[in-house]
């Protein structure tokens, strides 16, 4: 368990009330988007002027775990008893105006909520991924879209497939833990706000049954502007993790039909070796890019003519490289799916292909390189769309207005669904 307080004294320049802030957040063993996301927010609140106090948990701690802890460890998924303790104790001390979570699973838990209620101290929750509504974080199974468990009281079918780890008994686990939290009202009650990062889930999480006035939508944002490129273009670039689900096997299996479009990849995973024995069928067409720095990594974004982001079979709950790309001025051929549609605009930002289909991804390949004046376009479009959207600066006020919000909730009376929780947690 880490716990810091980072106190900042310079004036807020957009004239925002100044909060202090306690953020909260359980790290994977491997890191991800929602580290880096963690990450952005934490230093876009001291850039301006507010005070953040750390509370985070590693799940690297596990490997440590003797028997009685790994035993444990199913129950605290549900109610961590010693995180609790160590969060009053935080609160006292530090006094925040708001805590704002972001990952609770599994060395935190939701029973946090519980803590800061006791403390009279408002919750925000950023939903990263759809775990309340799938234990499996995905709503994918079996090579497809999977929503059976979905308004379930209790996600029977994700244990009865073994959906988490591939184990039917840490499905229960995870099952558990989110049929508890509904039965107690935690969801609904013991949470101010709720943090969104596109329109697409929001309405997913609203027709699950979170409180859609709860629901904020606020997207990502790129921490630090990399400038826009005016190059033509020399190839065409994927960035992300090489796995299936990220529509690695589509991509390769475009590119073998395409012969003049050269293709860089940078990204690590399951599916390396596959993406390796590509390169070396395609020779100079298929280019695998080693681990680089961010602004390395700008500069090969910007030399591309465009991004290929082919997720598909299941939901993505956002695309910080597509928003990258955005903002290096490169336009987004992505899968015509989910979230994917929500952030590349056909015709205007990007081109559109169907999920899982080779030869549709290579058809708008072939098309988007035989036109790059069009490209082009779309690439100062895309521009366009990072200043309206997805800057540090518009970020930084949408996260302000969530806090209000969440203050300004937390006022209201408390119901009597809330008031048995709160006597649970007591």
Not at 186 to 198: D, G, L, P, Q, R
Request: proline fraction near 6%; charged fraction near 25%.
């Amino acid at each position: 368990m880490d716990t810091t307080s980072n106190s900042i004294t310079r004036p807020n320049r957009y004239d925002l009330p100044t909060v202090k802030v306690l953020l909260l957040h359980n790290r994977y063993q491997s890191p991800g988007g929602e580290d880096e996301v963690y990450s952005r927010e934490r230093q876009l609140l001291t850039d301006n002027g507010h005070e953040v106090v750390e509370y985070t948990r590693d799940n690297g701690e596990i490997r440590e775990y003797g028997i009685y802890n790994k035993v444990s460890l199913a129950f605290r998924t549900t109610w961590a008893v010693d995180t609790c303790r160590q969060l009053r104790s935080l609160l006292a001390r530090e006094k925040p105006d708001v805590a704002h979570f972001h990952n609770t699973f599994p060395l935190i838990s939701p029973a946090a909520y519980y803590a800061c209620s006791a403390m009279n101290v408002p919750v925000v929750q950023t939903l990263h991924n759809p775990r309340l509504l799938c234990p499996a974080a995905t709503l994918f199974r079996e090579g497809g879209i999977c929503e059976e468990c979905v308004g379930r009281r209790f996600a029977l079918p994700a244990v009865r497939h073994s959906c988490y780890q591939n184990s039917r008994v840490r499905s229960a686990v995870v099952a558990s833990m989110i049929s508890v939290h509904d039965w107690l009202g935690t969801w609904k009650e013991k949470v101010n706000a709720y943090v969104v990062s596109t329109e697409f889930y929001r309405q997913k999480f609203a027709a699950a049954g979170l409180p859609p006035e709860k629901i904020a939508l606020k997207p990502h944002f790129v921490d630090t502007d990399p400038g826009s490129t005016e190059q033509t273009g020399e190839y065409a670039v994927f960035v992300g993790r090489l796995a299936p689900e990220k529509g690695v096997p589509t991509l390769l299996a475009a590119w073998q039909k395409l012969r003049a479009v050269p293709l860089y990849i940078r990204g690590e995973g399951p599916l390396a070796e596959a993406a390796s024995i590509a390169q070396s069928r395609a020779g100079s067409r298929v280019n695998l890019v080693p681990r680089m720095s961010r602004s390395a990594l700008f500069d090969l974004i910007k030399a591309a003519s465009f991004l290929v982001w082919p997720s598909e079979g299941y939901y993505e709950t956002f695309g910080l490289v597509a928003i990258e790309a955005f903002a290096c001025g490169v336009p987004v051929i992505a899968s015509r799916l989910g979230v994917m549609q929500d952030i590349v605009h056909d015709g205007r930002t990007g081109l559109h292909f169907t999920p899982g289909d080779a030869d549709d991804l290579a058809r708008k390949v072939e098309w988007a390189w035989a036109h790059p004046d069009e490209m082009r376009v779309m690439g100062r479009n895309a521009r366009v769309e990072y200043e309206a959207k997805y800057t540090a600066e518009r970020n930084y006020k949408m996260l302000i207005g969530v806090y209000q919000q969440a203050i300004q909730e937390a006022r209201k009376p408390l119901t009597s669904h809330y008031r048995k929780a709160l006597r649970v947690g007591d």
